[in-house]
């Protein structure tokens, strides 16, 4: 993936990067480890501030997305997906390399985890409100559901996650949104299916024309046949509709039926 101007170089040379941790060891050597974390977190919290203002990055709250467009929405969410990739592969993980060439063995094992936890959760805070406050409206689903795969590759399938025990325990709270954004999916396949099993227009094409909803339906299968995969493993491991067990107006959607249809 390219990220062009986003391309992160740390500004640390090689023999800079010798002596801060020539540095690091003198100050530990004299008791004064925790003062020279506290200001070399700080300074790093400041660039990644810097880097999050440069993407363009801006907090969104549950509140605020109800009232947003969804074209505005949408934009957002393809930010959001480009700024993820950058933060989580690049930025976050150059961090931690950075942390362990200079403190690593002084006993400054959360030095890391520190500097960038709080731009983590303002970063995954964004995939949370849209989860959250996001209407199930049948043209939605396909950004959720490029919500959910950015998501999931990052958090729980991606290898610069899966190798790094500093930024599982980072990223151990956001893995609950990727399961937030599968119940939005879901909602939002069991609002198409109840949209389409309670239609009640009265539309009739003495000509023999395809009738609207048809042409919809079709139209809105053919694009979720692109996400077929992903489809699959949020449909097959949907949890027990045992609260909706009684309610006859919810279809019960499988995907092997899906699949016949198409």
């Known amino acids: 993936t390219s990220y062009g101007d986003y391309d992160y170089h740390s500004e640390y040379s090689t023999m800079k990067i010798h002596d801060l941790r020539s540095i690091a060891e003198k100050m530990n050597s004299a008791g004064h480890l925790r003062e020279c974390t506290k200001l070399y977190m700080g300074v790093r919290k400041s660039f990644l501030d810097a880097s999050f203002r440069r993407l363009g990055f801006q907090k969104l709250s549950v509140a605020e997305v109800p009232r947003l467009e969804w074209s505005v929405l949408e934009a957002k969410i393809r930010q959001w997906i480009h700024a993820a990739k950058f933060c989580v592969l690049i930025l976050f993980a150059s961090e931690e390399r950075l942390c362990e060439q200079i403190f ?23 995939a949370e409100a849209v989860s959250i406050s996001t209407r ?9 559901l490029d ?17 790094s ?12 949104i990727v399961n937030q954004l ?8 069991l609002k198409f299916e109840n949209d389409v099993l309670h239609e009640s227009s009265n539309f009739l094409d ?23 995969e992903t489809l699959t493993d949020l449909i097959v491991s949907t949890p027990s509709k045992e609260n909706n067990s009684n309610d006859l107006t919810i279809p019960d959607l499988k995907f092997s039926e899906f699949e016949e249809r198409t």
Request: hydrophobic share 40%.
């Open 104 to 126: 690593e063995g002084l006993g400054s094992d959360t030095c890391f985890v520190e500097i960038v936890k709080d731009h983590a959760i303002q970063l995954f805070s964004f």
């Open 136 to 144: 199930p409206s049948p043209e939605r689903l396909f950004k959720i």
């Open 147 to 163: 919500l959910y795969e950015t998501s999931f590759d990052l958090l729980v399938n991606g290898d610069v996650v899966s190798q």
């Open 165 to 176: 025990k500093s930024l599982k325990l980072v990223f151990l709270q956001a893995t609950e």
């Open 182 to 189: 599968a119940e939005a999916a879901r909602g939002i396949l």
């Open 206 to 228: 003495h000509k023999g024309g395809i009738h609207p909803l048809t042409r919809y339906v079709v139209n809105y299968i053919i694009l979720m046949c692109e996400y077929k």
